[in-house]
């Protein structure tokens, strides 16, 4: 089984940029029109797209609903959608539009009942985003952190029917400074639903790090990475990290 390179487009104000541990402040402008890298990511082989409305997680409503429409537009591939869903209303509104996926962040945490009721009515179709700064879940764009750990909230909620949890390590968002491979393959190893990492891919290193820590796995799921500044900064190309993300391929050492 292949891992899944998941390609970040996070959006702000319209365009395309990257975050250094989910400061609005310290955003780093990669397109001013998002659809650029969205085909780029597409040509080069990616097979699904994660596109996060970074205002959106703020407001706790869609505010990039143009640019997130455009790339729909654009899109060959599955394109899966996280910031400011809040209601069934919100979700059904992407996923009749063409979102694949719908991510929900705070809702899990917020209103647990939203997520059962989402994954209820659209099987297969809503994934749970678990946003951790020192192993506490944060919510509302990272700007509030709850007192449930990242572990404990992905065993309340991973009965509900979802798709898949996707784990961030806030403090390692943007940083290129790796991602958190074992705190990742320690949750994986809890649950019974697919976990996809998120936070501080800096390079092949890292992908084949965490494809020997998915083949390792007893029990439980590592199903794909999210990456995004290591691609823009030319650090990883889609080629390389298709080909360290496949584990039939992975060096056993």
């Known amino acids: 089984m292949t891992l899944t390179l998941y390609p970040a487009i996070d959006l702000k104000d319209g365009a395309c940029v990257r975050l250094q541990r989910g400061e609005m402040a310290a955003a780093t402008l990669y397109a001013a029109d998002p659809v650029v890298p969205a085909r780029a990511f597409q040509d080069a082989g990616c097979r699904w797209l994660h596109v996060v409305d970074l205002n959106g997680a703020f407001a706790g409503r869609s505010v990039n609903a143009t640019a997130v429409a455009a790339i729909l537009a654009a899109s060959r591939v599955p394109v899966q959608l996280g910031g400011g869903i809040r209601d069934l209303a919100a979700i059904e509104h992407w996923l009749t539009l063409g979102i694949a996926r719908v991510i929900l962040g705070s809702a899990a945490v917020k209103n647990p009942s939203l997520v059962r009721d989402a994954a ?82 800096a390079g092949v290193e890292d992908l084949t790090a965490l494809t020997r820590a998915a083949r390792g796995l007893e029990h439980g799921q590592i199903e794909g990475v999210i990456a995004g500044r290591a691609l823009y900064d030319g650090r990883l190309d889609v080629a390389t990290a298709l080909a360290a993300l496949d584990r039939r391929c992975a060096d056993p050492a």
């Not at 509030?144 to 968002?173: P, V, W, Y």
């Open 120 to 201: 209820r009515a659209f099987p297969g179709r809503i994934a749970v985003g678990i946003d951790a700064r020192d192993g506490l879940v944060a919510t509302e764009g990272w700007a509030e952190t709850s007192a449930l750990t990242a572990e404990d909230l992905a065993l309340r909620i991973q009965d509900a029917g979802i798709a898949a949890i996707i784990f961030t390590d806030i403090g390692r968002d943007g940083m290129l400074t790796g991602v958190n491979v074992s705190a990742t393959a320690a949750l994986a190893a809890r649950l019974d639903v697919p976990v996809i990492a998120s936070g501080g891919v």
